[in-house]
């Protein structure tokens, strides 16, 4: 039988078997996500295709999960962030600290981010002076520039221009946001600070929408989770392996593609299963050289897997745009093998660019934290990395 253990501190050590996982699945979801909308921009529609050949069939389908891909991020995201929260809960300044490791984490790769859908958006003649207005309906406005900024894309502002995976950011910035007074409100000592908490919960729930707080629930799985440890055999792990895969293939076929309250509890069902299989990796790995292979991919692909996932639109307009001035193709064909090759390189100048573009942005992500926490924090004492 198995023997579920809840553990003090959430288990963040790399030499654990969840710990590459993590890396392998950040990075392979925010590739996937990429290769999905790709695909999406660059080919027609699979149901407008007359009589689809097989490898369009292939690509259409491989491609077909970007949105599990997202519900992956939402997971991963309670369990890395909502875990090390909870780590440092008692140690001194957390809640500022938290709040500097936040922005700081969303803003280093957004404001270069955002300059660049400008530059882009001047690029391919989609800016002019009315676009770049304060309307909220805009979006290039400055409303919206700085409204994505907080995480009010799909609230008040659209996504900043047009970079419509940013809707997620809206998800993951409030989920930022609510989790802290959530665990005020078990943790503090005084009522006063605990209703303080609930009128802040509150008002964040009138204001966002509802699928944002319904998916919140599944950020909070992943939290939660990360202070469960399931020690079992070999065989039960392969079994919730196989039933993580095979629910995935399952909601790709058969559930609903989108993240909406209607497709909210088949996306509930994936996750239970896969925090369950999380929680049953939670030990030491031996290592091996094809291991520690897995491992170092992971974590190359998982450190720019934000860059990639919030730039890979404005690129794709660059290289559609360039695509269509020399050779003059608006779409790629799926019956012409040629533009499967021409999709293929395509894809790697996307994975590419935003390697390049962490390189000087996301990578610096520490220092700037560090930088902050020195500015904000150092003159009421100890500054803590």
């Known amino acids: 039988m198995p023997k579920i253990t809840i553990l003090p501190k959430t288990n963040l050590q790399e ?5 590459m996982l993590i890396s392998l ?10 290769a999905a909308h790709l695909r999406a921009l660059v080919y027609p529609g699979f149901g407008t295709v007359v009589k689809p050949p097989l490898l369009f069939q292939g690509l259409a389908f491989s491609t077909g999960f970007a949105y599990l891909a997202v519900i992956v991020f939402f997971v991963l995201s309670g369990w890395l962030v909502g875990g090390s929260f909870l780590n440092k809960l008692d140690s001194d300044r957390a809640f500022q600290n938290y709040a500097i490791d936040r922005i700081s984490r969303l803003w280093v790769v957004l404001v270069p981010t955002f300059l660049i859908v400008l530059l882009v958006g001047a690029a391919v003649g989609v800016l002019d002076g009315a676009r770049l207005s304060f309307s909220t309906s805009e979006p290039y406005s400055v409303s919206a520039f700085f409204g994505n900024m907080i995480g009010l894309q799909t609230i008040i502002v659209p996504p900043f221009g047009g970079n419509f995976p940013l809707w997620s950011l809206a998800n993951e910035t409030w989920y930022y946001v609510l989790f802290p007074p959530m665990v005020v409100v078990f943790r503090s000592r005084t009522i006063a600070t605990r209703a303080v908490a609930l009128l802040a919960i509150g008002a964040i729930i009138h204001f966002v929408h509802s699928a944002i707080l319904l998916y919140f629930s599944i950020w909070l799985l992943g939290a939660a989770f990360s202070r469960i440890k399931i020690e079992a055999g070999p065989a039960l792990r392969w079994v919730l392996l196989l039933l993580f895969v095979g629910s995935a293939v399952l909601i790709r076929m058969k559930g609903k593609t989108d993240v909406t309250p209607d497709g909210y509890p088949q996306y509930l069902v994936f996750s239970l299963i896969f925090v369950l299989f999380l929680s ?17 991919t992971g974590r190359f692909f998982a450190n720019f897997s934000f860059t990639l996932y919030v730039l890979h639109v404005p690129l794709i307009a660059v290289m559609g745009n360039v695509l269509l001035s020399m050779s003059g193709i608006t779409q790629l064909s799926p019956y012409t093998l040629s533009h499967y090759l021409l999709y293929a390189a395509m894809y790697l100048i996307l994975v590419g660019g935003a390697y390049s573009f962490y390189l000087p942005f996301e990578s610096n992500t520490p220092r700037v934290r560090q930088w902050l926490k020195t500015q904000f924090l150092a003159r009421v004492g100890t500054v803590r990395p």
């Open 15 to 19: 030499d654990c078997w969840h710990s």
């Open 280 to 296: 049953s990796m939670q030990f030491k790995r031996r290592p091996t050289p094809i291991l520690d292979w897995l491992d170092r």
């Open 25 to 34: 699945l950040r990075g392979l979801a925010a590739l996937m996500v990429a």
